[in-house]
């Protein structure tokens, strides 16, 4: 509250770009989340898709129906990185739009990774392969977008905290 006023004021300086980047990062989430609801299923079959060649020159089927309800687990995370670009302020938007092309490529190409993955340690019944197959799956689900984020934005330029405090 504001001294005589009655009123709330807005955070200001570091508090409030947080405040703005979270906001901003729900709303997209939640824009882009609906948009995979109804569109997803093309996403997935493409990580899928993608998978095929690999498997193929080891010589072994993509069977579509398995690389579906694999593909369902891991097909989240661009929108969780693109959440992350969106959500940020003061970068230029060329800047921004380079880094979501970058990224959901990378992530599209790490994901079709793992469903080969998969596909070998069930075609050649290996616990070990299975178990470095969800290792994977979960780095690519909960820190690669983060870590794609860090890197092909500036966000140090942005946010107070990761600015060098010796400057």
Do not use: C, H, Q
Request: hydrophobic residues 55%; glycine residues 6%; aromatic residues 14%.
């Amino acid at each position: 509250m504001s001294g005589d006023t009655g009123t709330i004021e807005a955070p200001r300086g570091p508090a409030r770009e947080i405040l703005l980047f979270f906001l901003r990062f729900l709303a997209v989430s939640i824009a882009l989340y609906a948009v995979y609801a109804v569109a997803g299923k093309f996403y997935t079959r493409l990580i899928a898709l993608l998978a095929g060649p690999l498997l193929s020159v080891f010589g072994y089927e993509l069977v579509m129906e398995m690389a579906n309800k694999i593909t369902e687990d891991i097909s989240l995370n661009p929108i969780v990185f693109l959440s992350l670009v969106a959500a940020v302020g003061k970068i230029p938007w060329r800047a921004k739009l380079r880094a979501a092309v970058v990224g959901v490529a990378v992530l599209t190409a790490l994901n079709s990774l793992t469903v080969f993955l998969v596909f070998v340690s069930s075609y050649r019944d290996s616990e070990a392969l299975w178990t470095g197959s969800e290792f994977l799956s979960l780095t690519i689900n909960f820190f690669a977008p983060i870590l794609l984020w860090l890197v092909l934005l500036p966000v140090r330029s942005v946010f107070p905290f990761f600015r060098d405090k010796s400057a």
